[in-house]
């Protein structure tokens, strides 16, 4: 009788049985403006054997893209981007990707910006600050469908301020435009000529123009100066 080999199967010995393959990484994807922030951000996911980066982006719009083609579970994103904002960018992840789970960084401990977080559909708020030692325990919690607040924001919700009853605020004042004219906003406060709003957005200049025109005509603005410090004013673009 011949030794080794599979007892069930005498002509496939140890040597030719292959292992049992591996699974899977966890597709991660990290999204902020300033590169030394995602070279942190990728280091600490790297301590994680069965998590992966699979794609960075430097812009909002970039990271809608990103998520669209490589279908991460979680995307890491910082609420202030240029060209899209962090929640304008959640919203569209979310439209293309349903699957995937948002994680917003901010360095805001804002009640109203959580609430829009929420409202736009992440399912977690981490604060920079505590990203260095946060990070991990917060995309496990995403990972195992729970929602997570860096701390001192997960105070404000158990002490129940976002289930009281909302004040006037600047949220009210966003949920007058539409999705595209919340980017032509922040297009035009980052600077953007119509051409290249339209370029951007992938509209006709004349319809940038339309949208620009929308604006000003719902938020009676008088000036672009003045759209600027409303896109100031809701975390549209950082001062």
């Not at 597709?27 to 070279?39: N, Q, W, Y």
């Not at 719902?218 to 001062?239: C, D, Q, W």
Request: glycine fraction near 6%.
């Amino acid at each position: 009788m011949k030794k080794g080999g599979d007892p069930a199967n005498p002509s496939v010995s140890p040597a030719t049985q292959s292992p049992a393959e591996a699974p899977e990484p966890v597709g991660i994807l990290i999204a902020d403006d300033h590169e030394l922030l995602r070279r942190g951000l990728c280091s600490v996911i790297a301590e994680r054997p069965d998590w992966k980066v699979l794609g960075e982006a430097a812009n909002g719009r970039e990271a809608v893209r990103l998520a669209a083609s490589l279908k991460p579970a979680v995307v890491v994103l910082d609420v202030t981007m240029p060209e899209l904002n962090g929640l304008e960018a959640t919203r569209q992840i979310l439209a293309s990707a349903p699957e995937t789970r948002v994680l917003i960084l901010s360095v805001h401990e804002s009640e109203q910006i959580v609430r829009e977080v929420l409202e736009a559909g992440a399912q977690g708020y981490l604060l920079k600050s505590d990203a260095g030692r946060e990070l991990v325990k917060a995309i496990d919690a995403l990972l195992g469908n729970k929602p997570y607040f860096t701390s001192t924001v997960a105070r404000m919700v158990l002490e129940g301020f976002l289930s009281a009853p909302r004040a006037e605020s600047t949220s009210d004042e966003t949920g007058r435009l539409s999705p595209r004219e919340r980017e032509t906003v922040q297009l035009l406060a980052e600077g953007r000529s119509n051409k290249e709003v339209a370029a951007a957005l992938g509209i006709s200049v004349k319809t940038a123009e339309t949208h620009r025109n929308n604006v000003m005509q719902k938020m009676g603005f008088h000036s672009i100066t003045e759209l600027v410090r409303y896109a100031v004013r809701n975390k549209l673009i950082e001062p």
